[in-house]
């Protein structure tokens, strides 16, 4: 969910592709299943080369497959080209970036229906299937401190309502533009906030916890939620579009490898919002290595023994 100016997007794509070439020619499905090795790459982002990791271990703990990793790779449409052209085998996703960056469709809010149709349509038109998602929903939240939270009595996005005239709002100024932002969230709501500001996301999080702030948007799965003892509060009427994380492969790597899918699907469910936020903030705050976070998750769950 990063985004990328489109003149580096050619750039670092250019660069992906010619690796790969010089690596291994130019066959749509060069990567798929080649000597029981598969490749799955990652986004530029902690959350995603966390899960790349947790799906890579997961693989090569329940299956007899090795496991190349091309994490960090870059923003969705650079896993999502090496995914279509079989230089990658599989990479984990979001829904709603499915439904609206690569599908171009609207707004949905409702999860059932979002994962059907990215299902359906993956299949259809690039013989790529979406595995059951992991369980965390990484979609905008709204959230305060613990602290005012209590002092206000606030767990769900209603119970700002009454209190919005006296808050200053705080969003990094992409959610101000945004269709599933500020303006329909506020509507959806019936909020009128004091004020309102634009800050970076690491500003916005130290202006909240200062107290020169009181509200701001946020990644439900974000580590800084931990590291600033932030509560989110419940997404009540169901405004901001899911983005559930699921392993997204190609078919003709599952009809190679049928044991794959079953072996990803063990994390089916298996992630909490909370567990990831966790995970976040092990990497992105406390500066741990993903593999590490990754093992440990893992095996705490006891899909790696």
Known sequence: MKR?????LILITGLLLSTVAGCGGS????????DGTLTIGSKNFTENIIMAEIMAQTVEANTSLKVERKLNLGGTLICWEGLKKGELDMYPDYTGTGLMAI???EVITDPDEVYNIV????????????????GFNNTYATAVTKEFAKKHALNTTSDLKAHAGDLVFCAEQEFFNRNDGFQ???????????????MDIGLKYKAVADGKVDVIDAFSTDGELVSYKMKVLEDDKKFFPPYYCAPIVRMDTLEKHPELEEALNKLAGKISDE????????VKEKGLNPADVAAEFLKAKGIVK
């Open 103 to 105: 599908l171009k469709k």
């Open 27 to 34: 066959s749509p499905t060069a990567s798929s299943g080649r």
């Open 119 to 134: 299902q359906q349509e993956y299949n259809k038109q690039f013989k790529i299937k979406w595995l059951k998602p992991v």
């Open 275 to 282: 567990d990831m936020q966790q995970m976040n903030y092990k």
């Open 184 to 198: 329909g969230f506020c509507q959806a709501y019936g909020l009128k906030f004091k004020d309102t500001k634009g």
């Open 4 to 8: 990328i100016k489109i003149l580096g």
